[in-house]
């Protein structure tokens, strides 16, 4: 979802929907985490820094 979200697509694109509560859960976890911010589910610096390649990747 945060990789979604830091490309602009919907947030549940192309995840699997096993359980209604699934999706709800993840996006209040990543606000918790401050990887999200706002009602409109925007990534935040930590959220790209999160998925962004750490210099030994790079």
Do not use: Y
């Not at 976890?29 to 990534?43: C, E, N, S, V």
């Amino acid at each position: 979802m945060l990789a979604n979200a830091i490309a602009g697509r919907p947030l549940e694109h192309g995840i699997p929907r096993p359980q209604a509560s699934g999706p709800f859960s993840t996006v209040q976890a990543l606000h918790r985490k401050g990887m999200l911010a706002g009602i409109d589910h925007q990534p935040t610096a930590a959220g790209r820094a999160a998925l962004s390649p750490s210099p030994e990747q790079a």
